[in-house]
């Protein structure tokens, strides 16, 4: 993938942009992978919550999706100072631990869906589109 900003220079205008925040290399991949055949356009990717936060004030994304357990600064670290950067960005919590506590906590930080990561990848495209409407 060439750097962010050139990405988002070259995408395509209909599609939404999406940041995506995991630390997982293998994750990312695939998150964009599918995202990208199904009309989103990723503008950024970032390994941890603080990176997350530096891009999308750079980038302004349409949607960030971002995992919960991460070294630097985890997801429920970042969720609200996300919130805070981009306050029209819908945000999605990409997560192996989903469970009721941790949905509870996301909906005080206002984080959008929660979803496992155990789903299959259409459950999370969905829910993408969902948050716009589509």
Known sequence: ?????????NKDPGGKSVLVVDDSPMVRRTVCSALVCNGFNVCGEANDGQEAIELARKLSPDLII???SMPVMNGLQAAP???KVAPKSPIILFTVYPNKLVEQQLRTMEVDAV??????LSKLIEKAH?????
Do not use: H, Y
């Open 1 to 9: 993938m060439q750097n962010a900003e050139s990405d988002r220079e």
């Open 66 to 68: 971002l995992d919960l």
């Open 81 to 83: 100072v996300l919130r």
């Open 130 to 134: 969902a948050l716009f409407g589509e």
């Open 115 to 120: 979803l496992s990561k155990g789903e299959p």
